[in-house]
Each structure stands twice: as C-alpha cells, then as structure tokens.
C-alpha cells in the first residue's frame, strides 16, 4: 500500500465523517426547533447523563449496579419514544443516526484494529483498478439483458444445443452462485472463456459490484499489464503489487493470452494461480480469468501445470454468440 495514497484517503475520509457528524446535529437541531415533544425527550437524556456521573462518583459498588440498571431502563424508554416520534412524524428511523458511507468504519478508515475494505479497495481504485472497473454503476445485474443473445440454436455454430440466451442464462446462475457462496473454500473460481463482444468483461463487472457490495475487495487487472508491473517491480526489489494480487479478497485476470509470454511471467501467473488456490494467506480468496482462448490453447500456452489447477479448481464458463455491442 502507497502511503500516499493512504494520506490522501485518511485526510477524505476525516472529512466525510466531519460532515456526517455534523449533519447529524444539524437535523438534531432543526427536530428540536420544530419540537417540542423532542426537545423535551433531549433534556431528559442529558439529566440522565449526568445522573449516571453522579452514580458512578458517589455511590457504593452496590448502589451502583442498581442505579445503572434503572438509568439504562429509563435511557431505552427514551429512545423507544424517539422512535415513535420519528414514525409520527414520517422521518426515516435513521434520522437521528450519522449516515456514514461505511457503516463498518464509520468512515475512519479502521476497522477492527486495521485498515478496513472500504479505504483497501479505494487505494486499488487509485493504484492498480483505475479504468477497469469504472462501469460498475451501470454494469451491473440490475442492467444485465438476457435479450441481447439469440435464443436460437445453432449446434454446428456453437458446438453446443444450447442457444446463446440459454447459455448465457447458465452462465449467469453460476456466477450468482459464486456470489452467494463467496466465502466457502469448496465454490470454485470462475473462468470465462469465449471470443470478444459477448459479455465476459461486462459480467466481471457485475460480480466485481455485487463482491464490493459485501464488503470485500476487489483488483482487477488485465494479464499483460499485471504481469509486465509484477516483473518491473521485482527489479525494483519491491513485491506490493504482488502482495496486493496474493491477498485480495477478490482478483479478476482479464484478456488472459494477450500478454507476451516468458519464463518469467509464466512463473509469476503460476505463483498468482497457485498461491490463491491454496488459500496460503489463510483467508477465502477467489479468482475470475476471462481469456479469448480455450481450454486446448490454455494446455498449449501454458503447459499442464497451470491448465490442470484451472481445469481442476475452475467453473469454466464459455460465452457464444454474436458480437452483442453491435446490438446495443
């Protein structure tokens, strides 16, 4: 992690939990002018605050676990009728809470005495994601147009008796799958494979927001790319990149096959593969390729070793069709 990077977002996120807090008082505020029933459910708060200093300073052990007992009786039965108040009123029953943008953190960037998800995936967003998952917003499931794949058969075409609308329905189960089980060793990774134009990239997309949306994290890089950073950092004596790719919570590989393959780089996509299979940052990690080639050209590219882990360990999903943005 660039401790730049982390400076900048530190420096984001003190301000935004700033403005939450003082939003807070803000609608507090304007409640306790507009009224009166509030105002007074306030003041009876604050005298119970200073109530329990008082209990806490003067009296005996005893007396005191009592006087707490009775002072938290009394503090739900005021929160119970700000709660009624709120309904009466037809405000949201978060209104007299912050609304942090992570309600994990609490927008300060630390969560369980490290760095939360949140600010993790916001510093791959500005180190490594950039462009790549930018779409997110509207490649999602929500936006996701089975209609725009041919429900017509064509075995000799496609090789299969499926049409390209039910197989990319297939498809689509499986990915949903994958989501839903994300944390389970057993849910294999995905691997989608298939000519460009046929939608492996946009449905990337749309696991990479549904992952985002559980808290996880999430890199995305394309093979050439990936590969090419890794090797200039190990001469440079640095592996961060590496780190990053070893233990993200999610990693999507896309355009596998269109780097220009070594022995270097094929050591580095074996370790990636390898390391992530084995789970050697003792935490559930998962992986999504997306390549044009197909499984015989993955044996011949990049022999039995990384073929076998991804044939193994792999939900091999191949896309068929017609090119769907000629479509759109």
């Not at 008796?161 to 294999?188: C, M, T, V």
């Not at 549904?210 to 090419?228: C, H, R």
């Amino acid at each position: 992690m660039d401790n730049t990077f982390l400076k900048q977002l530190l420096t984001e996120y003190d301000s935004k939990r700033t403005k939450a807090l003082t939003d807070l008082e803000n609608r507090k505020n304007k409640l306790m002018e507009s009224s009166s029933e509030y105002f007074k459910l306030e003041q009876e708060l604050h005298s119970l605050s200073i109530e329990s200093i008082k209990s806490i300073l003067t009296l005996s052990p005893k007396e005191k676990e009592d006087k707490i007992l009775l002072l938290e009786k009394k503090t739900k039965l005021i929160s119970s009728k700000k709660d009624d108040l709120l309904k009466r009123l037809n405000l949201p029953s978060d209104y007299l809470l912050p609304h942090f943008e992570c309600s994990l953190c609490q927008d300060t960037g630390f969560y369980q005495n490290s760095l939360c998800s949140c600010i993790k995936q916001r510093m791959f967003d500005l180190a490594y994601n950039k462009a790549n998952i930018g779409n997110i917003d509207y490649e999602n499931f929500t936006n996701f147009n089975f209609n725009l794949y041919s429900n017509q058969p064509n075995p000799s075409l496609y090789n299969s008796q499926l049409s390209p609308r039910d197989n990319i329905k297939k498809i689509y189960d499986i990915s949903k799958k994958f989501i839903d089980n994300f944390e389970k060793a057993e849910e294999k990774n995905l691997m989608f494979l298939g000519p460009t134009g046929l939608g492996k990239t946009f449905l990337s997309n749309c696991i990479a927001k549904s992952i985002l949306e559980l808290g996880k994290t999430v890199l995305y890089q394309t093979a050439p790319v990936m590969l090419d950073e890794i090797i200039k950092e190990k001469f440079q004596n640095s592996s961060q990149l590496l780190d990053n790719i070893l233990g993200v919570d999610l990693l999507i590989i896309d355009d596998l096959g269109t780097e220009t393959m070594n022995n270097l780089k094929f050591t580095e996509l074996f370790n990636i593969i390898n390391t992530r299979l084995l789970n050697q940052n003792h935490k559930i990690t998962k992986t999504i390729i997306s390549t044009n080639l197909n499984i015989k050209d993955i044996f011949e590219v990049y022999d039995e070793r990384i073929g076998s882990r991804i044939v193994g360990n792999y939900n091999l999903c191949r896309f068929f069709g017609d090119d769907i943005r000629l479509k759109k």
